[in-house]
């Protein structure tokens, strides 16, 4: 069965801090995303990977880095947590059709709460 | 404004009733899908709808896809307590690569 886990279903931290939220497949999937959720924007696009090593900026990379060492992971990294980086972040990921995309596969999100 | 635009944003309705869910957007698609979110989870993928399709069924949803309106709709018929979530739709650009562009979603709340 597909799967796809966060490490962390709640977290909270201080402003400031050094954040690492990690994401794992075990479908052997290339493309992996990090979308932030909030009321009344739905799911935004942070950063997403095409292949190991490989990142491309989504639709809000700032204040976000990510680091793909490996195929199954996908780390976003909050570099100095704000507070208006209080959301959910949702990790998915995809096979490569050589195209369009089709379905993504999530992970069940990380709740993170920056006071 | 949002590429996805889904339409209620929130509905309530009888258990055993049927429920419609609008996605409009704006630019030229390849394909667009639904997904369900129940609260405070992961999204689920339903169902996908290529441009080039008119209607899908799967099971008790039915999904049309009007490209020159640039609008989709999303019906669940007979709906169960089970179905209260709330359901996104996303769109694959042409231009976008591999990336999908969600909507901000529709609550659905069914009532016993």
């Known amino acids: 069965d597909v799967k796809v886990t966060q490490s962390s279903r709640y977290l909270v931290k201080r402003t400031g801090e050094k954040v690492f939220l990690e994401c794992v497949q075990d479908m052997d999937h290339e493309n992996m995303f990090w979308y932030r959720q909030d009321p009344g924007l739905g799911l935004r696009l942070i950063y997403f990977s095409y292949d190991v090593k490989m990142k491309e900026k989504g639709d809000i990379p700032e204040g976000y880095s990510v680091s793909r060492e490996k195929k199954e992971r996908f780390s976003l990294i909050l570099e100095s947590a704000s507070t208006n980086q209080t959301s959910m972040y949702l990790c998915?990921?995809?096979?490569?059709?050589?195209?369009?995309?089709?379905?993504?596969?999530f992970g069940p999100g990380t709740r993170l709460t920056v006071t | 404004s949002q590429q996805g635009e889904e339409d209620p944003q929130a509905l309530s309705i009888q258990e055993g009733e049927n429920a419609t869910m609008n996605c409009s957007y704006k630019?030229?698609?390849?394909?667009l899908q639904w997904y369900r979110q129940n609260s405070g989870r992961g999204l689920v993928h339903l169902i996908l709808?290529?441009?080039?399709?008119r209607e899908k069924h799967s099971g008790r949803l039915r999904v049309t896809l009007d490209t020159s309106k640039k609008s989709s709709s999303l019906l669940i018929t007979a709906s169960r307590a089970a179905d209260t979530a709330s359901y996104f739709c996303a769109t694959a650009l042409i231009q976008g690569a591999q990336k999908l562009v969600f909507g901000q979603g529709t609550r659905l709340t069914i009532n016993p």
């Open positions: 998915a990921s995809s096979l490569p059709t050589g195209g369009f995309p089709y379905e993504q596969y």
């Open positions: 630019t030229s698609i390849n394909n």
């Open positions: 709808i290529r441009s080039n399709e």
